[in-house]
């Protein structure tokens, strides 16, 4: 019975390493009690070591039908003897986030043909945590890009004319890659 647990959480919500334990459903909300398969292991050098203590987390990993499906996950604090006391790392949550790394692409992705109420409509999820959810990921997405852009040595300015009258657009061109 538990690979169907492991099944559910890794092709449905893409998370690895968990099973679910338990499931519970309030009324606009499904909370998913997963617990890790591996053991304790240290986030910086990876040696196993004993648990310190544990604080659980809710985190948001998706919806269905207008229900927010959250999973709860004991967090542990592990104590390596290389290391010190170290927060294990949850590889499926942006650090300090409380939604799921998929849950923050899918709301992207969305957002792109709906507006924010629409889709706050649509998943039961508050207008103000999609605008912030999106607004993470755009920002994100923006510093991989600039990252990737070279440096630009010799820049070509020029102005072309959009529509009859005086609405123009200013293009900015690389000069040596025409890019």
Known sequence: MP????DIMTK??????FFAKNIKKNKNKVVIEIE???QNVCPVCWNIGKKYDSKYREILIGYLLGNKIYAKVKVNRI????CGIKTEKLDFVERNKRYSKELGKEITRYTKHLSNQSLSELTGISNTTIYRIDKSQLSKRYEEHISKIDEVY???IDEVSI???HKYLTVFTDYDTSK
Do not use: A, P, S, T
């Not at 449905?12 to 390493?17: C, W």
């Open 12 to 17: 449905l919500f893409k998370i690895q390493g």
């Open 79 to 82: 104590k390596c003897d290389n």
């Open 163 to 165: 529509k009859k009258g």
């Open 3 to 6: 690979h169907l647990h492991i």
């Open 36 to 38: 890790k398969i591996e």
């Open 154 to 156: 010799n820049m070509c």
